[in-house]
């Protein structure tokens, strides 16, 4: 373990080296493409390295790296689990499905799109991998910095006025989450997390409830970040105004809150859950009920298909958020097996819009869903046009591809998404002798939420695709397709490699959920205990 | 003096949550920039308040109770940089925005 620890700091340092060489060289048209290409290639190929290392070690293996050799406590620390490893390897497939998707064509619509892309993927790595909440914080500034140009990319009215909203409640967030982090220093002497849930049991009684308060106040500002009801409103506009790829890398960025909230709370509560821990636990349950409501409910009333998709994004934080607050490692395991599937499949939904809205403008897939209430009064005329008998292919791709991701989202048979949901719903329904009240909510959240997303995603197929296509062939880029496709195929391959997977996040959430190993691991390197 | 700081944070945070819920988007940045300040003390004020004491240590033998806690400040400093970037970079979508909708209410329509 001792040479691979060295490997923690990789996936923030090529990202980090593909800025300043996009900032030095500067944009020369296809050249900058291919290169940027390549980090992004080599990024992938240095989170799985990550991966397999991790993967071939036993559960409790971790990469612990002491930026600049500090002894633990005191200097901050890069820890790479199995859970970062994994959050990493997502983030990656995403980023380089995202790029080559925007070197088709977005890339051109405003400046600096490269290297505020790298800087987004830096950020989101750092903040996977950090063992430390106030470098996580700066990982976290530093995405959102990347994010706020990046949602500004393409200019345009709509654009700047959503990004306006984002760039405010995320600064607002950035203070509550300097308010909780001084309020855990200041109970428990130290930023480390491992030091933390060490120190906690140890908190005078007096000091104990000042500790609370700041891990509420820290839970708050990452639940406006998981985008939870009722502090997700900057959500649906942010993402559908933002060009596609850039929401397509955006899927992750609810995950960023949800990843946080599970490890900061399996962390600080596994030593000490008493009665604050449980009434967080139920607001946090709570919340995620309404936000699966609220996005069930929003996916049902959208008529464009970019707004179903950040319905869709709301529907996915509030189940995870649902098995956060669950806190089974059962659940956690289903949850990380899901945290995988929807954002590979919800990114896929972006760039697939794309692609629809390029084939089919956007005004005649609003205009779909006006005359299902109006009534058609074209109906009669269309008789007399001759109906072509083939679809193209190049359509059918695109349907298919819309049906494949309909199926993972609503989390039906036979692909991943039924596999993540029922997992979840298992595990929570079997957590006790009986089942708990909590375990009905659950499951009825999961269920009726899939029915909810299936409704809205059908309709919006139905009218996307059973239409008379525009006169002349079907076009798509090769480059806009691929990516699409590959994040697809790697949803069906989660479904087929379900077995092994599900085995190896089960084992990741139960050295989760036991961090004796994580703290022992990250401290024991320092030689300070 | 506890009572004092108390009192500037209290302040300066009530004030900043005021603008920030104003409609034009000067006040909100405003409001922001107050929010900042009152978090940046605050941080400080969580590594305790000592008067005349030093946060660096110097060589020799050192009796720790003779400092002040130096990683607040440490903190306070990461904050008010990062602070002050994102105030300047919201600066620049305001006045995108104002550029754009000619208007200076958030939602870019008076109302």
Known sequence: ?529 | MELILACAIGVLAASGVYLVLRPRTFQVIVGLSLLSYAVNLFILAMGRLRMDAAPIISHGPVNPADYTDPVPQALVLTAIVIGFAMTALFLVVLLAARGLSGSDHVDGVEK
Not at chain 1, 242 to 259: C, R
Not at chain 1, 348 to 362: G, H, M, N, R, Y
């Open chain 1, 1 to 529: 373990m001792d040479q691979m620890q060295h490997i923690a700091i990789l996936p923030i340092l090529v990202p980090f080296a593909a800025v300043i060489v996009n900032v030095i060289f500067g944009d020369h048209g296809k050249s900058t493409v291919r290169f940027n290409v390549l980090f992004s290639v080599v990024q992938l190929a240095v989170a799985v390295m990550l991966f397999l290392v991790l993967a071939s070690h036993e559960a409790s293996a971790m990469a612990v790296y002491p930026l600049g050799n500090w002894p633990v406590p005191f200097g901050i620390v890069l820890v790479a689990d199995r859970l970062a490893s994994v959050m990493v390897l997502v983030t990656a497939i995403l980023a380089l499905a995202a790029l080559i998707f925007a070197s088709a064509r977005w890339n051109r619509n405003g400046s600096n799109f490269f290297p505020l892309f790298h800087a987004l993927v830096m950020g989101l790595s750092g903040a996977f991998l950090t063992g430390d909440l106030f470098n996580l914080f700066v990982f976290f500034e530093l995405l959102l910095a990347a994010s706020y140009g990046l949602v500004l990319h393409g200019g345009g009215r709509n654009r700047v006025r959503s990004a306006m909203h984002y760039v405010v409640i995320n600064l607002v967030a950035s203070s509550l989450f300097l308010i909780g982090v001084a309020l855990i220093y200041a109970t428990t002497g130290t930023l480390n997390m491992a030091d933390i849930a060490r120190v906690i049991p140890r908190i005078a009684p007096q000091d104990r409830g000042l500790f609370d308060v700041g891990a509420a106040v820290l839970s708050v500002a990452f639940l406006i970040k998981a985008g939870a009801w009722p502090l997700h409103f900057w959500l649906p506009g942010t993402y559908s105004s933002a060009s596609p790829p850039v929401a397509a890398l955006f899927a992750i960025m609810t995950k960023v809150g949800f990843y946080a909230l599970l490890r900061f709370w399996t962390l600080a509560f596994s030593y000490s859950a008493g009665p604050e821990f449980s009434l967080g636990q139920t607001m946090m349950f709570m919340a995620g009920v309404a936000t699966v409501a609220y996005g069930s409910i929003g996916a049902l009333a959208s008529k464009a298909l970019d707004r179903l998709a950040t319905y869709v994004i709301l529907v996915s934080a509030g189940t995870l958020l649902l098995a956060v607050s669950y806190n089974a490692p059962g659940v956690t395991a289903g949850a990380l097996y899901y945290v995988v599937v929807a954002t590979l499949a919800a990114g896929a939904l972006f760039l697939l819009k794309d692609v629809i809205d390029q084939t089919l403008p956007s005004e005649a897939q609003i205009l779909a869903v006006s005359l299902e209430l109006y009534g058609d009064e074209d109906e009669e005329i269309d008789e007399d046009q001759e109906v072509s008998p083939t679809v193209p292919a190049a359509a059918t791709l695109l349907s298919w591809c819309f049906a494949i991701i309909a199926l993972v989202m609503a989390g039906l048979p036979p692909l991943s998404g039924f596999l993540a949901k029922f997992s979840m719903i298992g595990a929570a329904l079997n957590a006790g002798e009986t089942p708990s009240a909590a375990a009905w909510w659950f499951t009825g959240a999961i269920v009726v939420s899939g029915l909810f997303v299936l409704i809205a995603m059908v309709r919006n197929g139905i009218n996307i695709f059973w239409t008379s296509l525009p006169d002349g062939a079907v076009r798509v880029r090769v480059l806009e397709v691929t990516p699409i496709v590959g994040l697809l195929v790697l949803c069906i391959l989660m479904a087929v490699a379900a077995g092994p997977a599900m085995a190896y996040l089960g084992e990741t959430a139960q050295f989760l959920h036991a961090s004796d190993g994580y703290v022992l691991s990250v401290l024991g390197t320092g030689g300070a205990s």
